[in-house]
């Protein structure tokens, strides 16, 4: 698992928006208009954002992973 990496901090405006850092939005290649998925964890106190077409892929292989374990169980 990597490392954390902190971008640094924003401040929550008026109208509940936030600004992401440029070097984040730049490695993460976000642009203007970009949706992102906000994800909270509220046990941890954090919010996650997420790329809609990452977290698809990421569905499609845990529901790969889920129904080739479901096989494996029938077979025994």
Known sequence: ???PIFYGS????ERGQIVLPVKLRN?????KGD??????DLH???IELVN??????????MSKNINQMK?????K
């Open 1 to 3: 698992m990597q490392k």
């Open 10 to 13: 924003t401040t929550v405006g």
């Open 27 to 31: 490695d993460l290649k976000i642009s």
């Open 35 to 40: 949706k992102l998925l906000v994800i909270v």
């Open 44 to 46: 941890a106190s954090r």
């Open 52 to 61: 809609p077409t990452t977290m698809n892929k990421f569905l499609d292989m």
């Open 71 to 75: 096989t494996k169980i029938k077979q």
